[in-house]
């Protein structure tokens, strides 16, 4: 890994822990969520697809609100300059990326602890598919709002656009995700289950981190 | 008349021709104008 | 791409594809004499088209006028008539194919001659079981899928061809041919949802392949959405849009081959089968030879009829930015 990389997410995380203000908007968002599902269905029992859809749809648009900062918040601090001149691009890409999934992981992590908490329903049968295709998920959402927050630092109307930008992409993944989570928390040996849906999601994450990574410097150089 | 209401696909087959040359003569319409356009813009 | 713009071709495309429109929608839909036994006793049709050969011409004994006449699968039954003119009238001759209504008594085992249709039809289409004329549907529906799919496949080879050689020209047609794609994928999804009405009962129930198109719809509708959000120059404008163009073209596969296959469908092929959407093996749905080759015609004009749209849109495009500057 570049030195220049490494800089970057040591730069970011020094940010972050200074601040909080990535990761406190995103837990409250994702409290807000699960006290929104949770108050709206009291009582009941919710069946595993639903809770596939919540956990992903609460995972999907957090992601959303702390990733799409990882560009704008350098545009609009003006900084995005200083690192044209210092850093390659490759570099940046991957220190920003992995920054993001450090992010979209911790995410996750918070977001399965909460759900455990909130929802008695949400037993996970088979954790470590369970925790395979999570980190698969996320690491396909770290990887498209990588790029895509690095395009709509350049659009009008940024904060709105990137779930928009960024939802139809996601869409396969989301799908099988989803669909991967269900069994989980459905079937104890799951693997027979989830294995086309793992398959979706390992070449998905596959290609578009790799077009991300050879499109990004197109996007970032002037 | 009377042939056409008995076999009622042939009105679904002409409405849809009908349909189709109108999209055909629509952009056949484009083309012409833009066909112009181009030629005015090479003569400048 | 200059001779999608003569006329001689364009007036050969409109001849062509109106020839085609006619054919798709004119062609009688024939079932045999298995189908209309079964259609019968179903109570779902009490007669059904039969594209029928005369055997011998009509003769009068076992207490009433019949012929003698083979379906099109070789089958050869005794058909009663309800006189000799019925069939002279219509200009049937012994061994000319005819299309008719048959219908089929069960208490006397016998068939009936129906209404003569068509006499020596140039072209019928097998009845599918289930579907019968709603089948026609694959001639519109399927070759606009196909082509939406080639039309976003040539958006963004050429983005792909403006990022390495940045010629304005690439990125014009870029976006002039996902603009025709999403066109039509909007066909294609309004052809098969009325569809979906009269075959499956509702508009629209989320099957997979109705999410991959609704998904699709929404990629390319987000594409011109950030091209008009974009506030720098043209070259970067155009330079931000096609890696978007080819970003979101990683998932247009995986929405349109691997999705649809995987999930549980309505659609052929879903469910984890081996069967696409059209099925040249004999099982489990074997495609007709007539309503396949009639199909791949339809594709090949409807892509024509596509590089026509991309070709203008583009050139429009390119006014615009003359006109601009």
Not at chain 1, 10 to 30: N, Q, Y
Not at chain 1, 123 to 152: N, R
Not at chain 1, 178 to 207: K, M
Not at chain 3, 286 to 292: G, I, R, S
């Amino acid at each position: 890994m570049p030195s220049t990389a490494t800089a970057l997410l040591r730069k970011d995380f020094t940010i972050e822990f200074r601040t909080r203000f990535g990761v406190s908007a995103v837990v409250m968002f994702l409290l807000v969520t699960v006290a929104v599902i949770a108050f709206s269905t009291p009582g009941e029992q919710l069946s595993s697809s639903i809770l596939s859809a919540f956990f992903w749809i609460a995972l999907f648009f957090g992601g959303m609100t702390g990733l799409a900062r990882s560009f704008i918040a350098e545009e609009e601090r003006g900084t995005a300059f200083l690192l044209r001149v210092y850093a390659p691009s490759d570099s940046i890409f991957i220190g920003k990326f992995l920054f993001n999934l450090a992010m979209m992981l911790s995410l996750a992590l918070v977001s399965v602890l909460a759900f455990l908490f909130f929802f008695r329903d949400f037993a996970v049968k088979d954790w470590p598919m369970f925790l395979l295709q999570l980190v698969l998920g996320a690491t396909g959402i770290a990887s498209v709002s990588t790029i895509l927050s690095a395009i709509i630092g350049r659009a009008v109307q940024k904060g709105a656009l990137l779930p928009v930008l960024a939802l139809p992409v996601l869409m396969p993944l989301v799908i099988a995700t989803t669909d991967a989570t269900r069994i989980t928390l459905e079937v104890a040996n799951s693997w027979d289950g989830i294995r086309e849906n793992i398959l979706i999601l390992l070449s998905f994450d596959v290609a578009i981190t790799l077009v991300s990574y050879v499109l990004f410097d197109v996007i970032w150089k002037d | 008349m009377e042939f056409l209401e008995q076999h009622p696909l042939y009105v679904v087959a002409i409405i849809g021709s009908v349909v189709w040359l109108g999209i055909f003569f629509f952009m056949l319409g484009i083309e012409r104008r833009v066909k112009k356009l181009e030629r005015t813009k090479a003569r400048l | 791409m200059k001779i999608i713009r003569s006329y001689p071709f364009l007036f050969f495309l409109a001849a062509a594809m109106t020839v085609a429109v006619y054919f798709s929608l004119a062609t009688p839909v024939v079932g045999n004499f298995g189908d209309v036994v079964t259609f019968k006793m179903n109570g779902t049709a009490n007669s059904i088209p039969v594209l029928l050969k005369l055997d011998r011409s009509a003769f009068d004994t076992l207490g009433g006028p019949h012929i003698i006449a083979t379906d099109r699968y070789g089958t050869r039954q005794v058909v009663r008539i309800a006189s000799k003119s019925q069939i002279e009238e219509a200009g049937v001759k012994p061994g000319s194919s005819f299309v008719a209504q048959v219908e089929y008594i069960p208490a006397e085992r016998t068939y009936v001659l129906g209404p003569i249709e068509r006499v020596d039809p140039v072209m019928t289409f097998d009845f599918i079981p289930g579907l019968g004329e709603l089948g026609r549907n694959m001639l519109f529906h399927v070759p606009m899928s196909m082509t939406a799919f080639l039309a976003f496949l040539i958006g963004t080879i050429y983005s792909i061809l403006y990022l390495i050689k940045k010629r304005p020209g690439y990125d014009r047609s870029a976006r002039a041919a996902s603009a025709a794609g999403l066109l039509f994928t909007l066909l294609a999804t309004i052809t098969g949802s009325i569809w979906a009405r009269f075959s499956w009962g509702t508009f629209w129930n989320w099957d997979p392949r109705e999410v991959s198109i609704f998904v699709l719809l929404l990629i390319y509708v987000a594409y011109f959405i950030l091209r008009s959000l974009l506030e720098e120059s043209e070259e970067k404008k155009a330079r931000i849009a096609a890696v978007y163009n080819i970003v979101a073209f990683v998932s247009v596969p995986f929405l349109m081959f691997v999705i649809p296959r995987i999930k549980q469908s309505l659609h052929p092929g879903g469910g984890g089968g081996e069967a696409p959407i059209i099925n040249t093996s004999s099982t489990p749905v074997h495609t007709d030879p007539a309503l396949l080759n009639m199909h791949w015609i339809m594709v090949l004009l409807f892509v024509l009829l596509f590089l026509w749209m991309k070709d203008l849109f583009a050139r429009v495009l390119a006014m615009e930015e003359t006109t601009e500057n």
